[in-house]
């Protein structure tokens, strides 16, 4: 018996094992087989288009310069204001109530010392009376200067003439000093922003022949093509796209064009008096989206193992997308299966075939 039960564990180890290794003989038998494009000589465009979406101009939050109860908001999102136009207006009772006071005090100083200088003439009070009375009216002017501005401050004005974007704040919501009640921006100016990666904007220059080219934008919805005007731009790269903001603009039309929408942006980069870009062809099967908007990564092939690079993508055309940066001349990209690669993986190649 005992025998037989000796015997019957040995054959099941032989078996897991035969099993065990019949696993790894089919791992080892089953490489990953990808297909994959060579880096050609760069691709140099003179003509450059960018998408782009018109923003309002100047866009700027109003607010009360004190606290208060909001007793009446006269503007709604789309309203056109003019300079000094009311916006809003605070609950004044009480600061009304104290201004009264204040100018009450302060007709009374006036009134005091107007009496007490001919008093002072004939004689019949001291310099230092005088004095005293001199302190109070200004004391008073002061009390009253500054109820006056709590009570303009009640209420908000329209700082320059153009168009309510938002409303925040309701009738009877309180409001802290500084906190928006509504966003306003100008009208007469049609502002379109655009983004650029840092290759492109490291070839303009504030003084040079970029900022004065004039280029030419189509707005989705708007006939023909229309000059516009260099701006400004961001010196810092955007958090969520890593790209950089250029702004351009220019007096508005008729129609108005309204904040929102789609404009098309040509370049003409030798008028501008910037270099032709130049860039790399890869197709998009080569290209792998990153987590965050904006930013691509490809894997290159090192002999029999890849390794993922960031690329900048600058532009994306017919045949796939022009990289500005990442990759250089005879680099090796894998344009199959990215989603099985992982870093320092090993693969097997197909034939290699031109980008």
Not at 176 to 196: F, P
Not at 215 to 239: A, D, I, K, R
Not at 299 to 309: A, D, T, Y
Request: glycine fraction near 6%; aromatic fraction near 6%.
């Amino acid at each position: 018996m005992k025998l037989r039960t000796l015997t019957a564990v040995i054959v099941s180890v032989l078996m897991l094992s035969a099993c065990s290794q019949d696993e790894k003989d089919a791992l080892v038998a089953k490489p990953l087989y990808v297909s994959t494009t060579a880096i050609e000589a760069p691709v140099k465009n003179q003509f450059r288009v960018f998408k782009g979406q018109v923003v309002p101009a100047e866009q700027t939050p109003i607010a009360f310069r004190t606290t208060g109860e909001i007793r009446e908001v006269f503007v709604k999102s789309g309203d056109k204001v003019v300079r000094g136009q009311p916006i809003a207006q605070l609950d004044d009772s009480s600061v009304q109530q104290a201004f009264n006071d204040a100018k009450a005090q302060y007709s009374l100083a006036s009134k005091q010392l107007s009496r007490s200088k001919d008093l002072f003439e004939r004689a019949m009070i001291s310099e230092a009376e005088l004095d005293e009375l001199t302190a109070n009216r200004q004391l008073a002017k002061a009390q009253y200067e500054l109820a006056k501005n709590q009570l303009k401050y009640t209420q908000l004005i329209a700082p320059f003439s153009g168009t309510i974007s938002d409303v925040f704040k309701e009738r009877f919501e309180r409001v802290q000093a500084g906190e928006s009640v509504v966003d306003m921006y100008q009208d007469d100016k049609v502002y379109v922003q655009i983004e650029l990666s840092d290759n492109v904007l490291a070839m303009i220059t504030p003084d040079g022949r970029s900022v004065q080219y004039r280029p030419m934008v189509t707005f989705s919805g708007v006939e023909g093509q229309h000059q516009m005007n260099y701006l400004e731009h961001t010196n810092e790269p955007s958090q969520q796209t890593g790209s950089y903001s250029m702004w351009l603009e220019r007096d508005q039309m008729d129609p108005p064009i309204l904040p929102g929408t789609t404009a098309t942006v040509a370049v003409d980069m030798v008028e501008a008096g910037i270099t032709a870009v130049d860039g790399y062809q890869v197709p998009m099967t080569a290209l792998q989206a990153g987590d965050n908007k904006g930013r691509f990564f490809v894997w290159k092939l090192n002999g029999n193992q890849v390794n993922r690079v960031e690329v900048a993508v600058s532009q994306v055309n017919g045949d796939g997308a022009i990289i500005a940066s990442g990759v250089v001349e005879g680099d090796i990209l894998i344009n199959s299966s990215l989603r099985k690669l992982r870093e320092g993986k090993a693969v097997e190649t197909a034939e290699i075939n031109n980008g």
